[in-house]
């Protein structure tokens, strides 16, 4: 450790002694290869080996995924001390500790969060195109929020926080509200709380309750992102019922390559959803064990796919997620905070919510032996399965030493192969430096100055041409697998919907005497039982498991768009560079361009013209306000509100890939390509002509820097 240490300082030295001359590609190999400053480091590391910090351990996922949830069931014994269904304008980062003393301290918006809502606000009530109005709607309804809350958005600003405390869990409750509560009073203002208490689970360990990592409030998921890089061990939850899903994936690839945690573990939240899916339940035949171990067997199979795809992405960190693989059921836990709250207040059925009341029903429907009267407390706590998620949390806390060893060494060695890399990449850089000026002279160069404006004007057409080809076709691809994949989804839907409907037959008693006694005069006569019945056919649609059907592929489909779209724009930043060199080689007959200028003009030229392009689409939910099993009329109006959200699905990604194109097409590069393009060769001859004017000194100094850099090792 000591030795990287020692050898970024050597580096940073030899970079500040030659400034002028090897300080801009200093930066750029920085900035590729993630390094930070010596000191920076050293201060990190320090952060991490201090005996005396707290085992910080996160609870991560995307929004609504069933992470307060499961908090709550963890450390405050059900109850609902955290809002366990935030909204995106209500989700706060939680940050939980132990102490003798119960309390809330909340952290608001800084004045600067504030501007930063209040601008996209404003972006937002001008805006005339679809996609951008998405992308600025949480701001504009967290500041609409602010003003409808009638508290002064100077003063608490000003403020910055409040410290409450609590006499016990129901006291802490009812205080947190107004922070975090859907209609809390500050709630609006609210960035983070940090929350004690004096639960012995608590000792030794911070526990860290994120909002979202799809957190539409930017400035909120910041402070996010700046606990990540603190957690030592990692809870990721996911739905059971959308588990691993791509934004899932995009969390653990960023934890694994950014943040560097390496204790990850699975939590597929929300077990019901899986346990009372039709094909689980019709599999189990009623027999919850079955389900569980069918359940389990599902998750696993997608979790051990999804890993081997990252895998790929990041074959350097492999180890890591071989270790989530083999591991299998040791890092992960099938959970259900709703019914470990069902099976705490089992005896006060009456408090229960109404989805809990709807997840019952469902319980009870496909597996009856387990949940009548008896036995449902007891298989409600073995879906909640918190006992095992409070094992794996103190085997953790008992392996403190083992995992910040662990990750000092593993942040130690990715940033020594970083610095290694950066040394490297600097040299060579450095080495083409001297031989381009080696084989340089003033007189050939200023000539090949005053040739470059004519070649440039020749090159445009065919650049532009060749700009707008681009375009077209990443526009004609997209179009055409949108449409596919939203008739896939459709076909997909509407067959679920097929085999999700039942025709059922069915009597109603007729009223009146004589009815009554021909129902039983029907009853003793073989084949008149419908005597005194009213005999009809009721068409059932199970709707619950159409939209879990709708809900599940709609994340395939975002994951699946994102990904054509993500391939589009590849094409742009490293085909398109090739296929301009290549125009601009055969336009340059004179061989007046440098190859090495020319690539690096274009590169950054291709850079700005599709660089910084991000798909942010988050896939949409279908809701529908029935549940469970709907009949006939009903059934029309699910139908409707499914064709009619399918539709807007199409016009949002369609809008949203229309904006991603014209983005690219409105950024500074596209406005005059050859010009930016002619601008970074001047600039680079210019640089080239500096050095030719102190030949001599500049090979001198070049040399001397290229060699120390190689003896800082």
Sequence with gaps: MKNMIQTLKTIEEIVERNHDLIGDDAEYQKRNFGITDAAEIEKHIAAIADENRLLTIGIIGRVNAGKSSLTNSLFFNGESVLP?????????????????????????????????????????TEASNDMLKERKKASFEQYEQMKASGVDIDSICKQKEETIEADNFADLKSKLEAFVGASGKYTAFTKSVEITTNNPALKDVCIVDTPGINDP???????????????????????????MSEQDLELMDRLSTREGVRELFLAASMADNILNARSVAIKAA????????????KLLSQAKNSLTELKTRHPEIKDQFDKLIEEGENRFVLTSGLCNAMYLRYEQKDTWSDSMKGIMTLLQR???????????????????????LRQKLETVRELKEKIIAEKIEDYSTRQNVNIGKYRSELITAIESRIEKIKSSDLQSLEAEIIKLDNFISAGQTLLDIKLRDTIDGAQRNLKDKLNANIDKITRTVNASIESETEIIDGKDPKEGFFNGLARLLGALLPGMSHLGYDIFKRTELRAGAVKRTINEGILQFNSTIGKIVNDEISIIKDTLPEDIKKIFKETDTERILDPQFLHRAVYSMTHDYAGGILWNIDAPVFEYPAMGVITDNEIGNFEAAWMSFIRGIQKTYTDGIQSLLNTIETNKAAKNPSAYIFSNL????????????????????????????????
């Design 366 to 388: 496909n597996y009856p032996d387990y949940f009548d009267e008896s036995s449902g407390k007891a298989s409600l706590e073995l879906l909640g399965n918190v006992a095992v």
């Design 682 to 713: 001047k600039t680079q001859m210019k640089t080239l002509k500096k050095d030719l004017n102190k030949k001599q000194t500049a090979l001198e100094q070049l040399t001397q820097a290229k060699n120390s850099l190689r003896e800082s090792d």
């Design 84 to 124: 366990e269904a935030p909204t995106p304008m209500t989700a706060a980062l939680t940050v939980l500790s132990y102490d003798d003393v119960c309390s809330v301290k909340a952290n608001f918006f800084l004045e600067e969060d504030i501007e930063i809502i209040k601008r996209e606000h404003r972006e937002f």
């Design 217 to 243: 409030v930017k400035s909120r998921e910041a402070r996010t992102e700046q606990y990540l890089s603190k957690c030592d061990v990692v809870f990721i939850v996911s739905q059971a019922g959308q588990f």
């Design 286 to 297: 009623g027999d919850l064990q079955n389900a569980i171990s069918a359940g389990k067997e």
